[in-house]
């Protein structure tokens, strides 16, 4: 009889930042042109590794599906947060929620797996040079990429169905940026005891075999440079994974500081800007760190201006 009495909730509310207009449009125009900046940048690398001679190695190739991961990541968040902030907060549906929730994760998971492929591209073409183009064919390359994307978005697909499954009678104020699990289980009228469990118990896998694959990695790459005699052939080692290395440690960082630092002591405010780290900023650092810190990518921009006439 009581479940009977319940109002199903059908949409939620996301709060935003409850903050001045002034501020709200600073940061709808700040969010805007990080928006178009990183939609630029990883457009950039993914039409340089299609067309550029130079680029067509499985470095780059994972560099490319990197960057399509970015593109994904960040139009799933901002268009929305960009509606938040004009209009100091905003309603989505159920069905729109858990779809947002789908496609935020979903990358999350691809990128911790793709960024264990390239240290283990690195690895083989550090310590196994002779036998690089033999191991990563282009077949191979395809093939790992493949299994990322499908392990990534299948994975999530199971709490995806568990959430969906959810009751939710109110309220349906989510005091946050975007749809995320923590808000969400938090709403919901169901027993979430199952769903917390499955996300720890198959969580851990999911970050403790590709930090274990990049760890390993990267163990064998330090001893194999460290036993190069000179130290122009080491720098120029270290130097071909150095970008994968920062990239490395800015994901991770941002995801831990989200997910598994305790946010007790933190304000709803703090756990929001927290939240935009790998959101919104880290699609926007991934082509910047590569451009910058890539010949490569850089002679690819140089002829692809020639041969346009741009200068």
């Given at each position: 009889?009581?479940?009977?009495?319940?109002?199903?909730?059908?949409?939620?509310?996301?709060?935003?930042?409850?903050?001045?207009?002034?501020?709200?449009?600073?940061?709808?125009?700040?969010?805007?042109?990080?928006?178009?900046?990183?939609?630029?940048?990883?457009?950039?690398i993914i039409t340089l590794v299609s067309t550029s001679r130079i680029l067509h190695t499985p470095m780059y190739f994972f560099i490319s599906q990197l960057s399509i991961s970015d593109i994904m990541l960040i139009t799933n968040i901002v268009p929305n947060i960009l509606h938040i902030l004009l209009n100091n907060g905003g309603t989505i549906t159920l069905i729109g929620c858990i779809t947002q929730f789908y496609f935020l994760c979903g990358p999350e998971v691809f990128d911790c797996f793709i960024l264990a492929v390239m240290s283990y591209d690195r690895y083989v073409a550090i310590c196994n040079p002779l036998r690089y183009t033999s191991i990563m064919t282009s077949r191979h390359c395809v093939l790992l990429s493949s299994a990322?994307?499908?392990?990534?978005?299948?994975?999530?697909?199971?709490?995806?169905?568990?959430?969906?499954?959810?009751?939710?009678?109110?309220?349906?104020?989510?005091d946050h940026l975007y749809c995320d699990v923590v808000p969400l289980l938090e709403l919901a009228c169901s027993d979430t005891f199952i769903i917390r469990l499955e996300i720890y118990l198959l969580g851990i896998p999911n970050i403790f075999i590709p930090t274990t694959i990049i760890i390993l990695s990267y163990t064998h790459i330090v001893l194999v440079i460290l036993k190069i005699p000179?130290?122009?052939?080491?720098?120029?080692?270290?130097?071909?994974?150095?970008s994968h290395l920062i990239v490395v440690s800015i994901f991770y960082w941002t995801l831990f500081s989200v997910y598994l630092v305790p946010t007790n002591g933190l304000t709803l405010t703090m756990n929001k800007v927290l939240s935009l780290l790998y959101t919104v900023f880290t699609p926007l650092i991934n082509p910047i760190i590569y451009s910058l810190r890539n010949k490569d990518i850089k002679k690819a921009v140089q002829e692809t201006l020639h041969k346009h006439n741009f200068w």
């Open positions: 009889m009581q479940k009977n009495n319940l109002t199903v909730v059908k949409e939620f509310f996301l709060l935003g930042f409850q903050i001045g207009q002034d501020l709200r449009y600073f940061l709808f125009s700040l969010f805007f042109v990080i928006y178009c900046g990183t939609l630029c940048g990883n457009l950039l990322c994307w499908l392990f990534g978005f299948s994975f999530i697909l199971i709490f995806i169905i568990k959430i969906a499954k959810l009751i939710f009678c109110g309220p349906n104020i989510i000179s130290s122009t052939g080491r720098q120029k080692a270290f130097s071909t994974c150095s």
